[in-house]
């Protein structure tokens, strides 16, 4: 069964840190990878996706991630992180399923927590 | 810009209460989603629906039905509300062009069920 791993499940870093998160998944065809954000109290946002091209994709507020399709990873960075990063963090892969509609897979989600 | 509604925000119901949450996408989509998100669990899909009056189980079926009569209205239903399914609900829409799809979400309705 197709599956998203994100293997750090709370993060806890000083501001100015440098920010990787990883994100592995399961299915061999073709993807699409997403990551979102969940602010305390707010609902899902888009941050990045890749789709094809470039492997190295920037999205909103200074992250950007890359696609290494050999190692099925798709890992979140930022270079220098902010207390307003503070959230809850989603890797996503779409595929098709058999039944003909396509899913968007979640991983269970990293929490990062940065410290003033 | 797409937009995907869903009738509550909050909702608070008793064990045994039928329950009907109601989700809606406005650009025409065909592929709509109910996942419901739980702390350290993250998403996790309940049904999808591919067209009007087709649906398919996902991943935590039980206790749940789904309605799609309409093409832009996708709803859950609770037969028989359970503590255990109080969660948070999200509903999505995939828009798909080109082979490259874009997931949109509602804002959620954070369901209690007492």
């Known amino acids: 069964a197709q599956s998203v791993s994100q293997h750090n499940h709370h993060v806890i870093l000083s501001e100015a840190a440098s920010l990787e998160l990883g994100c592995n998944y399961s299915y061999g065809g073709t993807v699409n990878l997403f990551w979102y954000v969940q602010y305390p109290g707010q609902h899902l946002q888009l941050l990045l996706k890749y789709f094809s091209g470039d492997p190295l994709v920037k999205g909103i507020k200074g992250f950007e991630a890359e696609f290494i399709k050999s190692k099925f990873s798709f890992n979140l960075r930022k270079p220098s992180v902010q207390w307003s990063d503070t959230a809850e963090y989603f890797c996503?892969?779409?595929?098709?399923?058999?039944?003909?509609?396509?899913?968007?897979?979640f991983g269970t989600g990293t929490r990062l927590t940065v410290i003033p | 810009d797409v937009k995907v509604t869903q009738s509550s925000r909050y909702l608070v119901k008793r064990t045994g209460e039928k329950v009907f949450l109601e989700c809606v996408q406005d650009?025409?989509?065909?592929?709509m989603f109910w996942y419901r998100q739980d702390p350290g669990l993250g998403l996790r899909l309940i049904y999808f629906s591919y067209d009007v009056k087709m649906k398919e189980k996902g991943d935590i079926p039980e206790g749940y039905s789904v309605s799609r009569e309409k093409k832009e209205r996708f709803s859950l239903i609770l037969e028989s509300a359970s503590t255990n399914q109080t969660s948070m609900y999200l509903c999505?829409?995939?828009?798909?062009?080109?082979?490259?799809?874009?997931?949109?979400f509602g804002p959620g309705t954070r369901l209690t069920v007492t």
């Open positions: 999505a829409s995939i828009e798909e062009r080109e082979s490259r799809y874009e997931q949109y």
């Open positions: 650009m025409d989509h065909e592929n």
């Open positions: 996503a892969v779409n595929a098709y399923l058999e039944a003909g509609a396509n899913n968007l897979f």
